[in-house]
């Protein structure tokens, strides 16, 4: 059974750093195919794809949103982290991590975690 | 940038066939999902690779891609269908895209 959940701050300030972690269970990330993604919702709002990384390593950043973004993994721990710098207002949302799939020029969601909300405010 | 386009609601009655449709340029040349989310839960996948299903999912929602649109189909909507849906697509350029949302309505 896959089962993902997101961890951090919930409120960060205007400018701070925002880390977040992301605990996995059920897969590994040393297994081709597999992968692991952060998509956020502001409240209200559409989903908005950020970043994802591959079992190789290999890692995509949102063009929009590139400057800001970090993606690393841990695979003896389990783990990935987001990091997002310079963080504003309209970046409150709630972040999701989610497990995913590529294969034949596809690549799908299959399991997503609980999400988090973050707030930025002073 | 690539983008995905999708109407902001849809209504159906109880029963009937919902469609949802998901405009881009030349999405028929790449493959499209759809995600369910229901209000304060987490995306839930529903079609992957255009037209597969997942383990669990209803028989009732099935998809099609085809030229610039992509489309999810609820046979025999219910009201537990009521939710936001998502499309989403890979594009080469932009990596990962998401529709804008649709919100279904079963009146």
Not at chain 1, 3 to 23: A, D, F, I, M
Not at chain 2, 1 to 21: F, H, K, M, N, R
Not at chain 2, 35 to 64: A, C, T, W
Request: charged share 15%.
């Amino acid at each position: 059974q896959i089962t993902l959940k997101e961890s951090g701050p919930t409120l960060v300030k205007p400018t701070q750093t925002l880390t977040l972690t992301c605990t996995f269970s059920g897969f590994s990330l040393s297994t081709s195919g597999v992968g692991v993604g952060w998509i956020r919702q502001p409240p209200g709002k559409a989903l908005e794809w950020l970043t994802l990384i591959y079992w190789d390593d290999d890692k995509r950043y949102s063009p929009s949103l590139k400057s800001r973004l970090t993606i690393t993994k841990d695979t003896s721990k389990n783990q990935v982290v987001l990091t997002m710098t310079n963080m504003d207002p309209v970046d409150t949302a709630t972040y999701y991590c989610a497990h995913f799939l590529t294969a034949a020029g596809c690549t799908w969601f299959d399991y997503w975690g609980q999400g988090t909300l973050v707030t930025v405010s002073s | 940038s690539y983008e995905l386009t999708q109407p902001p609601s849809v209504s159906v009655s109880p029963g009937q066939t919902a469609s949802i449709t998901c405009s881009g340029d030349k999405l028929g040349n790449k493959y499209a999902c759809w995600y369910q989310q229901k209000p304060g839960q987490s995306p839930v996948l529903v079609i992957y690779q255009d037209n597969k299903r997942p383990s669990g999912i209803p028989e009732r929602f099935s998809g099609s891609n085809s030229g610039n649109t992509a489309t999810l189909t609820i046979s025999g909507t219910q009201a537990m269908d009521e939710a936001d849906y998502y499309c989403q697509a890979w594009d080469s350029s932009t990596s990962v895209v998401f529709g804008g949302g649709t919100k279904l309505t079963v009146l």
